[in-house]
């Protein structure tokens, strides 16, 4: 079809709508479904709800359950880190960063279907496709995101990344809800446990992922250049990224951002990724359901989420991007604080209620802030976009891995929580030393 112009209303609502598609991955595979069937197979608790075991055995060694989980992630974290400028640079300079789009979606929505066959017998098989659906995942977003500057002008940026936040937490919600109806009326359906529905599960998400992911494809432009690929760019990614470093000593603006971003990200994701566990383990659900108590909370987190993020997205047209950063930040110390002391499931709802208010508006707004921040003109936003996710994957790496060091030493995740709030002052800090200047200013926010 024709190319849409920049601004459509029609290419924008296409891009966000990629949201709709794979954000059912981050709250079905990430946050509810998985966790909770991969706690189910690896710990045993008495009678009262304590737990008496929690290991799990792997070439011949033992490991804790979230120690394993953890160490697979972050190293599922690393790998895109690594290869996202390798990919990226080759991606901006033969324009098919929609083909690498396409690849990534697939490669994490089929390894979502293969968790199908997840168990302790297969547990190699079903940690590798773990993996790979987290790489899917996350590799597929550095490619979403580089869309942004090239679909939207600057002032559409806050408005349309809030949309896609909006659309994919109204999306997951929807296909949880579904899930859900399907795995506590499993009798309903002829099953005789939860286990086969918990599974179906994992095959609608990446069912839904692929389908609705098409729309998307469909009205975005391929790429921005068209040169065939030779040796000679292979390695182009890292080369830009090298030259996007030594470009922020022009820029200090995002230098001082990106340094901000590259802490308080490395919190919230960290928080996000173990919220699910910390309710398995350190909530006290005697008497009630913790299945449905924990989906309940997940499904609070979302919809209460896409208020925040469009709240936020307000709030900074009125204040400027980097004070309504401050103020998010500021609330997730204080959520981090109160879960610390979070034991009963009320009190865990109320955080999760909390959560969702800040979670999805320090998400939408933070990459719209970068989007701002790029020089005009700038024709390979994926490099760019690289770089920033790369930031933000690393700071994962290092986040889950002192989530698991600091668990070994307290025996507690909620130390761990108390721990990441430590990044948030420093974030705080350092973005109190971001200049306020040009598009990030407050008179031309508002």
């Given at each position: 079809m024709k190319q849409l112009p920049k601004g459509s209303k029609k290419l924008l609502n296409a891009w966000a709508f990629y949201d709709w598609a794979n954000s059912v991955y981050s709250l079905v595979i990430a946050s509810t479904i998985f966790p909770i069937f991969y706690a189910a197979l690896t710990i045993v608790k008495n009678e009262e709800g304590r737990v008496i075991q929690d290991t799990v055995q792997l070439f011949?060694?033992?490991?804790?359950?979230?120690?394993?989980?953890?160490?697979?992630?972050?190293?599922?974290?690393?790998?895109?880190?690594?290869?996202?400028?390798?990919?990226?640079?080759?991606?901006?300079?033969?324009?098919?960063?929609?083909?690498?789009?396409?690849?990534?979606?697939?490669?994490?929505?089929?390894?979502?279907?293969?968790?199908?066959?997840?168990?302790?017998e297969n547990l190699i098989f079903g940690l590798v496709c773990y993996f790979l659906a987290l790489v899917g995942f996350w590799a597929s977003l550095v490619f979403y995101n580089s869309y942004l500057p090239d679909i939207a002008f600057p002032n559409q940026q806050d408005k349309v990344s809030a949309k896609g936040f909006s659309l994919g937490y109204i999306g997951s919600v929807i296909l949880l809800i579904l899930c859900l109806m399907l795995v506590l009326n499993y009798e309903w359906f002829g099953f005789e446990s939860e286990a086969m529905p918990t599974r179906i599960s994992f095959v609608l998400t990446g069912i839904w992922w692929i389908g609705f992911s098409q729309i998307t494809y469909y009205y975005l432009p391929k790429g921005n250049k068209k040169e065939k690929l030779t040796r000679d760019v292979l390695f182009n990614g890292y080369k830009e990224i090298r030259m996007i470093w030594r470009s922020f000593e022009n820029n200090l603006q995002l230098k001082k951002y990106l340094r901000a971003f590259f802490v308080y990200s490395m919190a919230v994701q960290t928080v996000m990724l173990i919220a699910t566990y910390f309710g398995i383990e350190e909530v006290n659900w005697t008497g009630q359901d913790a299945t449905t108590g924990l989906i309940v909370s997940i499904l609070l987190i979302q919809l209460v989420a896409v208020a925040g993020a469009t709240i936020t997205s307000r709030i900074s047209s009125k204040m400027g991007n980097i004070e309504t950063l401050i103020l998010v930040n500021v609330m997730?110390?204080?959520?981090?604080v109160y879960a610390f002391f979070v034991k009963t499931p009320m009190q865990f709802y109320i955080a999760a209620g909390l959560v969702g208010l800040v979670m999805g508006g320090i998400q939408t707004l933070s990459r719209s802030t970068y989007s701002k921040m790029l020089p005009e003109g700038t024709l390979d936003t994926t490099s760019y976009f690289s770089f920033y996710d790369v930031s933000e994957k690393i700071g994962i790496v290092i986040g889950m891995s002192l989530y698991g060091l600091v668990t070994q030493i307290f025996g507690s995740i909620r130390y761990s929580i108390l721990f990441l709030t430590a990044f948030f002052l420093i974030g705080v800090f350092l973005l109190l030393k971001v200049p306020r200047t040009g598009k990030l200013s407050k008179k031309e926010a508002a």
């Open positions: 011949g060694f033992n490991f804790n359950n979230d120690s394993l989980i953890s160490y697979v992630t972050a190293m599922a974290f690393m790998l895109v880190a690594v290869i996202s400028p390798f990919l990226s640079g080759i991606a901006d300079y033969v324009g098919n960063k929609k083909n690498f789009l396409k690849f990534f979606c697939y490669l994490g929505a089929l390894s979502c279907i293969g968790l199908f066959w997840f168990s302790l997730w110390i204080g959520i981090c």
